[in-house]
Every structure is written in structure tokens, then in C-alpha cells.
């Protein structure tokens, strides 16, 4: 049948990882700021990144409607900050924003990243990442008419480059870094589990090895003092009939062997398991409860004390075992010293319970005989009673008062800190490992396996360690994203260097464009055909304020004549009229012929 030590130690392996979920993260006391801090650089980082993309494809020349796709870039720097609350809506919208501007591709990767990196379940992480992507793949194509490269087939294409740099990469990325850290987690979890399960069994082991030197002395010595005292006895009763003079001598030998049988029950109380009493007055679930301390309140009572019992708060079944304990053995060493030292006097047992800690106060009034000198205590009880109190992190106190009488109070948390290894009084020595709830150590420090919610370990042992690793990944990170910012402008180039380019003769003017945008056409002023029409060219229609004659605007060459196209604007510079006329040309010869 396994002890329940041994059960401690199953239930501390099963606890732990494969076997159960892993807590919800919570950011360790004194972090809040330096994470912070580095959320906020990293918003920053990425956010100049998307900023970076967006002027290189502009640099391009790839860039239509630069304000509108900036003003995207905006919302998607806006939306960045709170990726880690609403991962999955984040990601979403900013795959949408991503077909519409370049520029938040980057951000999309960062969001993709953290994503994949929480995320636990391989199905949702899946689902997101392809949800994802087909959203920037369609917002590409949809807004391909003003946004994008035409036709259709380039279109898609540029929602394919920018899915696979802004979702897919940045996702697998964060998926084999997420998968690395819950792993090395779940290593550390099982190596302190094992660490833990092994302190357990030595202090196991050491206890059942006390508890056995403890039963021999007990069974040894304490038997052969008992007959020494009880020899004693008879000794003294024939004494005082046969040889009166010598009967003080044998009240010295068993006040002696008295003394030495209360001493050694001490050192065996220290020696052997304090949680595991044993006999009648054996600890159990029961133990501190107020039905508990009333009990013991009656004990005295009846033994002829006159003991009152003051109690204020709920009851303390609800409470750790170690707490009700230490309630049960300040009330009970407190009166065991009441019926030593002071029988006769009137005693007050007072507990007050919140919700934050138990307050046991027992005050007795001055004894009409105070004790001899000789029958001081030693103090040893008060003490083991100081030490329990302070390893549950309460305060201790007992001293006598001025009107004659003592009194005993303590002070003990309602939930207290699991204790260290170096808070056990004795660690090297005896008393190492007898304090704990179940008669077996309690679990290492905090310390040994770091707080249940981080990646890091305790930053008391690895610090440096764990600034380094961070400097490195926050380094590997940034080189991966310039990279990845670098593929996709160079892909987003290729996409629209590759577009087939608008084919055939240029768009011809037409009524009522400005002088500006028909220069802008190639249409401009050659001064042959301007010579060659003039004396030739029909009237000019009215409200003309000039005009001009391009050799490229339809002028045509025919044997004895040439047509010519002649661009009339008025005072606003906006074209009213386009006329073409024929005019006579001299007779075609080649430069080596007599005319």
C-alpha cells in the first residue's frame, strides 16, 4: 500500500506535462514594464519594415494611389499593438488590408508570427493561417482594377507572392518556434517533476529511518527508564518505613529518571516525523477545527482549569492541514503549559478567522503559587512552536505580563507560501523534511523549475542566460523579416515587370482635351508641315487662338500632295477643332537626278 508520501509523488508526475494543460500565460511580478518596453520596439520594428516596403515599391514606380494605400498602412500599424488579444480577428483583417497596399505586408507576417507561435491547437493555427492567406489572395484580385496588375492571371499571381511572404513563411516560421519553446517547457516541467519526485523519496527514506531509531529508543531506553521510576517508587515507600534517612535519595533518583523519561519523549518528538503522531492523540482531518479546539478546551476543564474559549470567524475545515495544525499545537502546548506551571489560574483561549490569516491568542492570569525555580521549563516546546509558526510565514509571540500571568500569540496566514528548502530549520540536519502537510517535504523552491506561467527560468539564477537569448532572437527575428520584406518587394517588381504592356498606336486627341494633355500624347508642333500648310490650310474656326500641325497627327504622304492634320485650341487651351487638308507637294526625286 503506498504511503502518503508515495501518493504525493504520483500525483506531482501525473500534474505535470504531457498529462495535463499547460496554464494560461501571465506575465511574472516586475516584468510588466520590460515587456512593455520590447512590445513596444517590436510594434515599432515592424511598423518601419511596412514603411520600408511601401517607399521601395513606390520607389519602383509600382505604387498606384500612394495616399490611399498609405492611409492602409496606417490602420494596419493601428491594429498591429493588439495582435495578442485578438489574434485571430487581427490576422484576418490585415490579410484584407495586405491585397490593398504592399506596405502592410510586414505587419501581416508579424501578426501570422504570433499567431502561429500561441497558438496550441494544430487545427485552429491551420485554419487561421489558411484563412489568411486566401483572404489576401482575393482582396488582391479584387481590387486588381485599381489596386494591381492587369489581367487577371497577374493579379493572382500578386496575391500569391504576397500570401506566401505575409502569411504562410512568417506562420511556418512561428509554428516550428512556438513548437520549440512548449517543447524545452514541457522537458524543464518533466525534469523538475523528477527532481521533485526524488527530494520526496529521500525525505521519505529519512523519515522511515528516524521513525525506527526513534521506536528502538523508545522501545529500549524509554522501558528501562520506566522501570528505573518504578523501582524508585517502591524503593521510596520501603525507604520510609525501614531507613527514613535515606528516602530523599530515592524522591532524587525518580524525579531524575522522571525528568530524563519527559526529555528523551522530547528528543524522540524531534527525532521521529512531527506530522505523523501516533496514539490517542493522533492528528486527522479534524485537527484545528473548532469542534477540535473546543475539545481540548474541555480537556482542561474537566482536568480543573477554569478555561474559557473565545471564537470569532467561520470555522477552519476549509483550511490547509498545515495551518489547522498549527493552530491545534499552539492551543494545545499552550494549555499543557497552564496545567504544569499554572493549575489554579483562569485562562482565555481566543481564535479570530478572516480571510487573510488565523489569530490564536491564550492568555492565563498569575498562579496564587508561582512555580519553584527548579520546576522552570526549559523553553523547547515555545521554541518548536516559534519555528512552525515563522515556516508558515506568521509572526510568534510569548512573554509574561506584568500582572503576573502569560501570554502566547500567533499570527498564522490563511494560504501559506510553500516553504524552501533553505526556510527548514536544520536543512543539513535532523529536522530536514519533517514539515511538510503530509509527514514528508514539501516540494523545492519555486525557484528550482521557475514560474508555472513564463518560458524563463527563475531571472534570479539565468538572468544573463535569458538576456542573451532574447537579444539573439530578437536579432534573428529582425534579420528574418528584412529578408522577408526583400523578397516581397522583389516579387511584387517581378509581378508587374512581367504584365503584358499596353500594344498598338497611341490614343489619338480628342475635342475638348487641354493643350497639356494632347502634348501629353506625343502630338506636338513640327515646323516643316506648319511651312508646308501655310497658304494652304482651309480658315480657321472661329474663337481660334492657335494652332498647331504635328507630323505624327495623321499626316499622310501621297504622289503630289500631302495631308496634314491641324490642332486648333482657344484662349482656355482646350482643343476645338481637328481638321485635315491636303496640300501640293513638289515632284519626288532622288538627290543624284536632273531636274
Same mark, same amino acid.
Given at each position: 500500500?503506498?504511503?502518503?508520501?508515495?501518493?504525493?509523488?504520483?500525483?506531482?508526475?501525473?500534474?505535470?506535462?504531457?498529462?495535463?494543460?499547460?496554464?494560461?500565460?501571465?506575465?511574472?511580478?516586475?516584468?510588466?514594464?520590460?515587456?512593455?518596453?520590447? %512590445?513596444?520596439?517590436?510594434?515599432?520594428?515592424?511598423?518601419?519594415?511596412?514603411?520600408?516596403?511601401?517607399?521601395?515599391?513606390?520607389?519602383?514606380?509600382?505604387? #498606384?494611389?500612394?495616399?490611399?494605400?498609405?492611409?492602409?498602412?496606417?490602420?494596419?500599424?493601428?491594429?498591429?499593438?493588439?495582435?495578442?488579444?485578438?489574434?485571430?480577428?487581427?490576422?484576418?483583417?490585415?490579410?484584407?488590408?495586405?491585397?490593398?497596399?504592399?506596405?502592410?505586408?510586414?505587419?501581416?507576417?508579424?501578426?501570422?508570427?504570433?499567431?502561429?507561435?500561441?497558438? $496550441?491547437?494544430?487545427?485552429?493555427?491551420?485554419?487561421?493561417?489558411?484563412?489568411?492567406?486566401a483572404l489576401v489572395l482575393v482582396s488582391a484580385v479584387a481590387v486588381a482594377p485599381w489596386f494591381g496588375p492587369e489581367p487577371? #492571371?497577374?493579379? $493572382?499571381?500578386?496575391?500569391?507572392?504576397?500570401?506566401?511572404?505575409?502569411? $504562410?513563411?512568417?506562420?511556418?516560421?512561428?509554428t516550428a518556434h512556438g513548437q520549440q519553446r512548449r517543447l524545452l517547457r514541457a522537458l524543464r516541467e518533466r525534469g523538475d517533476?523528477?527532481?521533485?519526485?526524488?527530494?520526496?523519496?529521500?525525505?521519505?527514506?529519512?523519515?522511515? !529511518?528516524?521513525?525506527?531509531?526513534?521506536?528502538?529508543?523508545?522501545?529500549?531506553?524509554?522501558?528501562?527508564?520506566?522501570?528505573?521510576?518504578?523501582?524508585?517508587?517502591?524503593?521510596?515507600?520501603?525507604?520510609? *518505613?525501614?531507613?527514613?534517612?535515606?528516602?530523599?535519595?530515592?524522591?532524587?533518583?525518580?524525579?531524575?529518571?522522571?525528568?530524563?523519561?519527559? !526529555?528523551? *519523549?522530547?528528543?524522540?518528538?524531534?527525532?521521529?516525523?512531527?506530522?505523523?503522531?501516533?496514539?490517542?492523540?493522533?492528528?486527522?482531518?479534524?485537527?484545528? @477545527?473548532?469542534?477540535?479546539?473546543?475539545?481540548?478546551?474541555?480537556?482542561? *476543564?474537566?482536568?480543573?482549569?477554569?478555561?474559557?474559549?473565545?471564537?470569532? /470567524?467561520?470555522?477552519?475545515?476549509?483550511?490547509?492541514?498545515?495551518?489547522? *495544525?498549527?493552530?491545534?499545537?499552539?492551543?494545545?502546548?499552550?494549555?499543557?503549559?497552564?496545567?504544569?506551571?499554572? @493549575?489554579?489560574?483562569?485562562?482565555?483561549?481566543?481564535?479570530?478567522?478572516?480571510?487573510?490569516?488565523?489569530?490564536?491568542?491564550?492568555?492565563?492570569?498569575?498562579?496564587?503559587?508561582?512555580?519553584?525555580?527548579?520546576?522552570?521549563?526549559?523553553?523547547?516546546?515555545?521554541?518548536?512552536?516559534?519555528?512552525?509558526?515563522?515556516?508558515?510565514?506568521?509572526?510568534?509571540?510569548?512573554?509574561?505580563? #506584568?500582572?503576573? /500571568?502569560?501570554?502566547?500569540?500567533?499570527? $498564522?496566514?490563511?494560504?501559506?507560501?510553500?516553504?524552501?528548502?533553505?526556510?527548514?530549520?536544520?536543512?543539513?540536519?535532523?529536522?530536514?523534511?519533517?514539515?511538510?502537510?503530509?509527514? %514528508?517535504?514539501?516540494?523545492?523552491?519555486?525557484?528550482?523549475?521557475? #514560474?508555472?506561467?513564463?518560458?524563463?527560468?527563475?531571472?534570479?539564477?539565468?538572468?544573463?542566460?535569458?538576456?542573451?537569448?532574447?537579444?539573439?532572437?530578437?536579432?534573428?527575428?529582425?534579420?528574418?523579416?528584412?529578408?522577408?520584406?526583400?523578397?516581397?518587394?522583389?516579387?511584387?517588381?517581378?509581378?508587374?515587370?512581367?504584365?503584358?504592356?499596353?500594344? /498598338?498606336?497611341?490614343?489619338?486627341?480628342?475635342?475638348?482635351?487641354?493643350?497639356?494633355?494632347?502634348?501629353?500624347?506625343?502630338?506636338?508642333?513640327?515646323?516643316?508641315?506648319?511651312?508646308?500648310?501655310?497658304?494652304? !490650310?482651309?480658315?480657321?474656326?472661329?474663337?481660334?487662338?492657335?494652332?498647331?500641325?504635328?507630323?505624327?497627327?495623321?499626316?499622310?504622304?501621297?504622289?503630289?500632295?500631302?495631308?496634314?492634320?491641324?490642332?486648333?485650341?482657344?484662349?482656355?487651351?482646350?482643343?476645338?477643332?481637328?481638321?485635315?487638308?491636303?496640300?501640293?507637294s513638289v515632284r519626288d526625286a532622288t538627290p543624284w537626278e536632273s531636274p
Amino acid at each position: 500500500m503506498p504511503t502518503r508520501a508515495g501518493a504525493s509523488i504520483l500525483v506531482s508526475v501525473v500534474r505535470t506535462y504531457p498529462f495535463r494543460r499547460f496554464p494560461r500565460c501571465r506575465p511574472p511580478a516586475g516584468s510588466t514594464a520590460g515587456g512593455s518596453a520590447r %512590445a513596444v520596439a517590436k510594434s515599432a520594428g515592424v511598423v518601419l519594415a511596412g514603411l520600408g516596403s511601401y517607399l521601395a515599391v513606390g520607389r519602383l514606380g509600382f505604387l #498606384p494611389y500612394p495616399g490611399l494605400q498609405l492611409l492602409a498602412l496606417a490602420v494596419g500599424a493601428g491594429l498591429l499593438p493588439v495582435r495578442r488579444r485578438f489574434p485571430g480577428t487581427v490576422l484576418l483583417a490585415l490579410a484584407a488590408l495586405t491585397g490593398l497596399s504592399v506596405g502592410v505586408g510586414p505587419i501581416t507576417a508579424a501578426a501570422a508570427y504570433t499567431v502561429a507561435r500561441r497558438a $496550441v491547437r494544430a487545427r485552429r493555427r491551420a485554419r487561421l493561417l489558411a484563412a489568411a492567406g486566401a483572404l489576401v489572395l482575393v482582396s488582391a484580385v479584387a481590387v486588381a482594377p485599381w489596386f494591381g496588375p492587369e489581367p487577371v #492571371p497577374y493579379a $493572382v499571381a500578386l496575391g500569391l507572392v504576397l500570401a506566401s511572404t505575409a502569411v $504562410v513563411v512568417p506562420g511556418l516560421v512561428g509554428t516550428a518556434h512556438g513548437q520549440q519553446r512548449r517543447l524545452l517547457r514541457a522537458l524543464r516541467e518533466r525534469g523538475d517533476a523528477a527532481e521533485r519526485a526524488r527530494r520526496l523519496a529521500d525525505s521519505e527514506a529519512r523519515i522511515h !529511518e528516524r521513525s525506527r531509531i526513534a521506536a528502538e529508543m523508545h522501545d529500549l531506553v524509554g522501558h528501562r527508564l520506566s522501570l528505573i521510576s518504578l523501582h524508585a517508587g517502591g524503593l521510596e515507600l520501603a525507604l520510609d *518505613r525501614a531507613a527514613p534517612e535515606l528516602r530523599e535519595e530515592a524522591v532524587l533518583v525518580r524525579r531524575t529518571t522522571r525528568d530524563a523519561l519527559r !526529555e528523551l *519523549r522530547q528528543a524522540l518528538g524531534v527525532l521521529g516525523p512531527l506530522g505523523r503522531d501516533t496514539g490517542p492523540d493522533a492528528l486527522t482531518d479534524a485537527t484545528g @477545527t473548532r469542534a477540535d479546539v473546543e475539545a481540548l478546551v474541555a480537556g482542561s *476543564r474537566d482536568g480543573g482549569i477554569a478555561v474559557r474559549l473565545e471564537w470569532t /470567524g467561520p470555522d477552519l475545515d476549509a483550511r490547509p492541514a498545515r495551518v489547522r *495544525r498549527a493552530v491545534h499545537r499552539l492551543v494545545r502546548e499552550a494549555l499543557t503549559n497552564v496545567h504544569r506551571y499554572a @493549575t489554579a489560574a483562569h485562562v482565555t483561549v481566543a481564535v479570530v478567522h478572516d480571510d487573510a490569516e488565523v489569530r490564536v491568542t491564550v492568555r492565563n492570569g498569575a498562579p496564587p503559587h508561582p512555580p519553584a525555580a527548579g520546576e522552570a521549563g526549559t523553553g523547547r516546546g515555545l521554541t518548536g512552536l516559534r519555528e512552525r509558526v515563522e515556516l508558515l510565514g506568521g509572526s510568534f509571540d510569548a512573554a509574561a505580563l #506584568p500582572s503576573g /500571568g502569560f501570554r502566547v500569540a500567533a499570527t $498564522v496566514p490563511t494560504e501559506p507560501a510553500e516553504p524552501t528548502e533553505r526556510d527548514r530549520p536544520g536543512a543539513a540536519g535532523a529536522t530536514e523534511g519533517l514539515l511538510g502537510d503530509d509527514g %514528508a517535504a514539501p516540494l523545492g523552491p519555486a525557484g528550482v523549475h521557475g #514560474p508555472p506561467d513564463t518560458d524563463e527560468p527563475s531571472d534570479k539564477d539565468v538572468r544573463p542566460d535569458v538576456r542573451e537569448r532574447r537579444t539573439a532572437d530578437a536579432l534573428t527575428l529582425a534579420f528574418g523579416l528584412v529578408g522577408l520584406c526583400v523578397l516581397m518587394v522583389l516579387g511584387v517588381a517581378f509581378v508587374y515587370a512581367a504584365r503584358p504592356h499596353q500594344s /498598338g498606336p497611341p490614343p489619338l486627341p480628342r475635342v475638348g482635351m487641354t493643350y497639356e494633355q494632347v502634348a501629353g500624347l506625343g502630338v506636338l508642333d513640327n515646323a516643316a508641315v506648319r511651312a508646308a500648310a501655310t497658304g494652304h !490650310e482651309p480658315p480657321r474656326p472661329a474663337g481660334t487662338a492657335g494652332c498647331i500641325y504635328p507630323f505624327n497627327g495623321a499626316t499622310e504622304s501621297h504622289p503630289g500632295g500631302l495631308t496634314v492634320a491641324r490642332y486648333c485650341f482657344d484662349g482656355a487651351h482646350r482643343l476645338i477643332s481637328i481638321d485635315r487638308f491636303t496640300v501640293p507637294s513638289v515632284r519626288d526625286a532622288t538627290p543624284w537626278e536632273s531636274p
